[in-house]
């Protein structure tokens, strides 16, 4: 498979949020204002594409050989609570206001299912070191496209006239199933995936 299969696939058909049902409490937490999300899509970007690598490695070089994959949701994690870490303090020091305004979803991007369950996709497909970290930017970047599409729309259906008994969640969750379903059209659109 082709890099750019990889891409496609990972944002558009396979998408993280859409299709793999992974990575919701930010989606639904930070959507609130466009420019949260796109904060927390750069954040979440950087720590999946590191991740994905870094989890890559010690898969091939210290789970595998050592013959320890029992131990492989516990290394992941480890390795996701670093580089969020990392991340975190790189906020915190260049960008203060941002930092303030993705609060605790910040440190909750080791919990972030989608975070550890891209690595652990990319373990399940047999990727090669560049098709992890390929299929790890791509999922980021699907991740990131949604949730800069989500919070547009929200932002919106704030000023939109919505009826009571759908106003805040409710009418977010309709509008999330509706994205969804306009993803469904990607389907098939690469041969093989």
């Known amino acids: 498979m082709d890099y750019f299969s990889i891409i496609i696939s990972a944002v558009l058909i396979n998408n993280v949020v859409l299709v793999r049902f992974l990575g919701l409490c930010p989606f639904m937490g930070v959507s609130n204002k466009l420019s949260t999300s796109i904060g927390m899509s750069a954040a979440t970007t ?3 594409g590191l991740a994905c690598g870094l989890s890559w490695l010690l898969e091939f070089y210290v789970l595998q050989p050592l013959d320890i994959g ?19 303090t790189v906020i915190k020091k260049t960008s203060p206001p941002l930092y303030r305004s993705l609060g605790i979803y910040l440190p909750l991007i080791t919990t972030n299912c989608a ?12 990727h090669s070191f560049i098709e992890a970290m ?8 699907g991740f990131c496209l949604i949730m800069v599409m989500f919070a547009g729309m929200r ?5 939109a006239n919505v009826p009571n008994a759908f106003a805040g969640a409710p009418i977010a969750l309709v509008t999330a199933g ?7 059209g990607f389907s098939g659109l690469v041969k093989g995936i």
Do not use: H, K
């Open 70 to 88: 029992f131990l492989r949701i516990l290394g992941y994690i480890l390795v996701v609570a670093s580089v969020v870490q990392f991340t975190e």
């Open 46 to 48: 950087f720590v999946m």
């Open 178 to 184: 509706l994205l969804a379903l306009s993803f469904l």
């Open 115 to 126: 975070v550890l369950g891209v690595p652990l996709i990319s373990v399940r497909e047999q």
């Open 155 to 159: 932002e919106r259906l704030q000023l």
């Open 134 to 141: 390929v299929f790890g930017i791509g999922s980021a970047l």
